[in-house]
């Protein structure tokens, strides 16, 4: 059997690939009518795959039914967390390349595997062996929303002497600091379960810091699965970050 590290990573790629057809196939159609389509497209496709290779297992996906409360995943021991389409807006926008695919396995209170696939770019990183980005000279790299940058990363940008680097999706920006081409992300104001498991998962991997920003460890699998809060960091940024996120 396909062991969780590998299938994560292949159906991150396998529904990235199918959005690039989406994407092209409606070229001509409106941004709303994309979205729609790439969110159904790649759940169904997520679903469906995952209830044929792991059909003992529980999923909470974006796209999926109100959760919060279901009883089957808060007592199952292995739930895939899953965002089939981290970044419809960006998605949308022909030519951009910032959105993602998020498949991330928890397993007994601990997320155990994770691929973030990053189709536009022809990338997918996954665990559970991922490089440990080269570090870059000059100012620390804020990666934040190209539309509404939380004021705690402006704070942090100010305080570390640092600049900003502008981007879509959160996993686009979790996986920007995985590559190197960011040093930290800071986010406050509101997230979900799905919009970290697998970055997160693969950020750990690569042995960076992850954390909430008061320092505390980010959850999984909770009864409610809002997620508001979010520290990717250099793990020799990471006190330099929270000295200003945890106050």
């Given at each position: ?9 292949r ?18 159609a ?46 199952a ?45 022809g ?17 620390p ?34 996986a ?42 980010l959850?999984?699998?909770?009864r ?16 330099a ?7």
């Amino acid at each position: 059997m396909t062991g969780d590290h590998e299938l994560a990573a292949r159906l991150a790629t396998e529904a990235g690939a199918l959005l690039l057809d989406v994407r092209a196939e409606l070229a001509d159609a409106t941004a709303q009518e994309r979205k729609d389509a790439g969110d159904k497209r790649s759940h169904d496709f997520l679903m469906a795959a995952l209830a044929a290779e792991r059909p003992a297992d529980t999923v909470l996906s974006e796209e999926g039914p109100e959760e919060e409360a279901d009883p089957v995943r808060l007592a199952a021991s292995r739930v895939w967390i899953v965002d089939p389409l981290d970044g419809t807006r960006e998605f949308s926008e022909p030519g951009r390349s910032d959105w993602a695919v998020h498949v991330a396995l928890w397993e007994s209170g601990e997320l155990v595997a994770g691929a973030v696939a990053l189709p536009a770019q022809g990338a997918t990183l996954a665990t559970p062996r991922v490089p440990y980005p080269p570090a870059a000279p000059g100012a620390p790299r804020i990666v934040v929303s190209r539309t509404r940058p939380p004021a705690v990363a402006l704070q942090v940008k100010d305080a570390l002497g640092g600049v900003l680097v502008e981007m879509g999706s959160a996993g686009a920006k979790v996986a920007s600091v995985v590559q190197g081409i960011a040093d930290v992300y800071v986010h406050a104001g509101g997230q979900y379960e799905w919009d970290s498991a697998a970055p997160v998962a693969v950020a750990r991997a690569a042995g960076l810091h992850t954390s909430r920003i008061d320092g505390s460890p980010l959850v999984y699998n909770q009864r409610d699965s809002t997620l508001p809060d979010l520290i990717v960091c250099r793990p020799e940024l990471a006190d330099a970050v929270l000295a200003v996120t945890a106050r």
